[in-house]
């Protein structure tokens, strides 16, 4: 079982940024593409972004691209979301998630989730 732990989030102003971090178990890390989605109140989970294998394939969902930045570190099996210009729209929960595949991946069923961390944008 792969496990989880997304950590970062918090309460920041309109404009600013955040950096959210999620921490992988195992020593098969590398092998899974990785995933970040988030969920408001009362809102259906949306996608964000997805990183592939080695790190070198991306994509972003087109309401974060140009802002956020999904990046790895095998060697630490962490991955990031590198949040810039934040707008109230962005306040969520979001979710760190891992798919058994080489690719990155825009689907909604990765085989692993974290438990989630609050972002809170303020106007």
């Known amino acids: 079982q792969v496990q989880l732990v997304e950590s970062g989030g918090g309460l920041v102003q309109a404009g600013g940024s955040l950096r959210l971090s999620c921490a992988a178990s195992?020593?098969?890390?590398?092998?899974?593409?990785m995933g970040w989605f988030r969920q408001a109140p009362g809102k259906e989970r949306e996608f964000v972004a997805t990183?592939?294998?080695?790190?070198?394939?991306?994509y972003h969902a087109d309401s974060v691209k140009g802002r956020f930045t999904i990046s790895r570190d095998n060697a630490k099996n962490t991955v990031y979301l590198q949040m810039n210009s934040l707008k109230p729209e962005d306040t969520a929960v979001y979710y760190c998630?891992?798919?058994?595949?080489?690719?990155?991946?825009?689907?909604?069923?990765?085989?692993?989730w974290g438990q989630g961390t609050q972002v809170t944008v303020s106007s």
């Open positions: 990183i592939n294998w080695s790190g070198g394939g991306t």
């Open positions: 998630a891992a798919k058994q595949s080489p690719n990155a991946y825009v689907g909604y069923d990765y085989d692993y």
């Open positions: 195992g020593r098969t890390f590398s092998t899974y593409a």
